[in-house]
């Protein structure tokens, strides 16, 4: 069964540190992955994706991720933190669908609490 | 601004009540999604309809109450819930492509935060 852990329930940094969320999953095929986010009191907001391709994406806010199949990982990261950063982070899986594609059954992790600190 | 809109934003009900959740979304997409989320926890999946039919629900118990009317709208009536039911509700919606293929990406609201009393 797929699932998906994330190291460190919170982390603090520094206004322009980098960031390094950690995200490693378990599949016996590489998965669709996701980071969400969520700011108080609001719903999630897909940050970025990895389907195929690339294993470096991008997403918004100056956020990547590198998907390593050897590492089954998908870490997440930001050169410089901005108090605007500060939220819960959640990873996320689908294992691939048999007719191609992703499930409609994502797998969130446990979720990372983000602190920049001034 | 969300293209997901949930209302209300706030609900308070006692034991008794009967209670609905709404949830819209004009982009055009065929899956809708009701989750559940407790405080510092990750979203937890309740129900998912594909093209207006339930596909998916997740041992939820009966005094929740999914329905689609249309492809924009879901809703969940809510009847009999107990204290331990107090969460934040989101809908989600997701793209369906060619052969029911999904792309695993979900739009959420901003939720519906429940209190049972």
């Known amino acids: 069964a797929q699932s998906v852990t994330q190291l460190g329930s919170h982390v603090s940094v520094s206004e322009g540190a980098l960031v390094l969320l950690r995200c490693n999953y378990s599949s016996s095929v590489p998965p669709y992955l996701f980071w969400y986010v969520q700011y108080p009191n609001q719903g999630l907001q897909l940050l970025l994706k990895y389907t195929t391709g690339a294993t470096l994406v991008k997403g918004i806010n100056g956020f990547e991720a590198e998907f390593k199949k050897s590492e089954t990982s998908f870490h997440l990261t930001k050169p410089s933190a901005h108090m605007s950063d500060a939220a819960e982070y959640f990873c996320?899986?689908?294992?691939?669908?048999?007719?191609?594609?992703?499930?409609?059954?994502?797998?969130f992790g446990t979720g990372t609490l983000l602190a920049v600190q001034p | 601004d969300t293209e997901v809109t949930q209302t209300p934003k706030h609900l308070v009900m006692g034991m008794t009540n009967k209670k609905s959740l709404k949830c819209e979304q004009h982009m055009g997409h065929r899956a809708m999604y009701w989750y559940k989320q407790k405080a510092k926890k990750p979203p937890e999946l309740m129900f998912v309809?594909?093209?207006?039919?339930?596909?998916i629900n997740e041992s939820v118990p009966s005094r929740f109450s999914p329905e689609c009317p249309n492809s924009s709208l879901l809703n969940l009536h809510l009847h009999a819930l107990q204290p331990e039911d107090s969460a934040l509700y989101l809908c989600?919606?997701?793209?369906?492509?060619?052969?029911?293929?999904?792309?695993?990406?979900?739009?959420f609201g901003e939720g519906s935060r429940l209190t049972v009393l």
């Open positions: 309809y594909s093209y207006e039919k339930l596909s």
């Open positions: 989600a919606s997701s793209q369906v492509g060619l052969a029911g293929r999904h792309t695993g990406e979900l739009f």
């Open positions: 996320a899986v689908s294992p691939p669908n048999f007719r191609g594609g992703a499930t409609n059954k994502l797998i």
